[in-house]
């Protein structure tokens, strides 16, 4: 399917772009007006782009009415936000407080969230969040005066607040306590929870071999995938002999010949759903040693 923003309505295209770019982190933003009146608002179009300065920017988009987002307005009069993140204890309030709520209503209210008093900027921040992070706005780049038309909002943080109950034992926060929620396209939102989260070895220091030097035999494997191979690419450089040796007395392998003594091809897809294992364990040194096991000769 091919795809030419040009030849399709605008609404058209969020569509396709958020159906499958996600799920993408929410900014809950809170602002005040130039009279102080309270705002606060979420936007999934929002991510963190720098640490140094830390810089976080959202883009609230023009509706149908091209009339300028409350949280837009806000943060270009006072050139200050409070990004608050959203976990899922806060989400159905979070989505209420989405609701267009004529300017000067307080959606802290209406959704039932509490105000907390920043110390560095005049917007409040959630006290409910399990992180909010004071902002002074340092640019607004408007992409467009059309419907759907992005707005950035730059913003360096000034000031961050982090509870303390999301951290784990090495003091930095921990995805299953943090319970972060993202947006997918159309109603659907994405939990980061439970089996939705895992974790993926960033790769060596050093070289991997890559998958191009992976042999043609496991590179063409029916079993294996392509996550599984980019994983073996990973290791800086295949086990020796002696190792792949000591390894075919293992029970796994034993096994395995004397299952598939007379059947080649079964007996290789037995080492792939093998080595499958071993990588779904972090075990990529194993994977390797089952995968470079061979048939053992009949002996005369």
């Known amino acids: 399917m091919i795809i030419d ?3 399709i309505s605008q609404p058209q295209l969020h569509g396709y772009m ?3 770019i996600g799920p993408r982190p929410i900014a809950f933003a809170s602002t005040v007006d130039a009279q102080g009146n309270v705002n606060l608002a979420p936007y999934s179009f929002f991510n963190v782009f720098s640490s140094n300065p830390g810089t976080l920017i959202l883009s609230p988009a023009l509706p149908r009415d091209k009339a300028k987002k409350h949280t837009l307005t806000n943060a270009m009069e006072t050139g200050e936000i409070v990004i608050n993140i959203v976990s899922y204890p806060i989400v159905e309030q979070m989505s209420l407080a989405s609701t267009a709520y004529p300017k000067g209503v307080n959606e802290f209210v209406k959704s039932g969230l509490t105000e907390e008093k920043s110390q560095l900027v005049k917007p409040p921040y959630v006290k409910e969040a399990i992180a909010a992070f004071e902002c002074k706005v340092k640019e607004v780049v408007h992409m467009g005066d059309e419907p759907g038309a992005g707005n950035l909002i730059i913003c360096e943080v000034v000031l961050a607040h982090l ?3 999301v951290l784990g034992e090495d003091g ?3 995805p299953f306590k943090a319970d972060l929620v993202g947006r997918m396209g159309g109603d659907w939102y994405c939990r980061a929870n439970g089996d939705a989260i895992f974790k993926l070895p960033k790769p060596n220091r050093n ?3 890559g998958v191009d030097m992976i042999p043609d035999a496991i590179r063409n494997s029916s079993v294996l995938t392509g996550n599984n191979l980019g994983r073996l690419g990973n290791i800086e450089k295949l086990p020796g002999v002696d190792a792949v040796e ?3 007395q293992t029970d796994e392998i034993v096994e395995i010949r004397q299952r598939f003594s007379d059947d080649r091809a079964g007996f290789v897809d ?3 759903t093998l080595a499958q294992k071993f990588l779904e364990n972090n075990q990529l040194e ?3 040693l089952a995968l470079l096991q061979t048939p053992k000769k009949p002996t005369k």
């Open 172 to 174: 930095m926060p921990d």
């Open 18 to 20: 958020l159906g499958v």
């Open 286 to 288: 194993n994977a390797w």
């Open 163 to 165: 509870k303390e109950e």
């Open 270 to 272: 037995a080492l792939h």
């Open 207 to 209: 070289l991997g071999i």
């Open 5 to 7: 923003p040009k030849e």
């Open 246 to 248: 000591a390894f075919s």
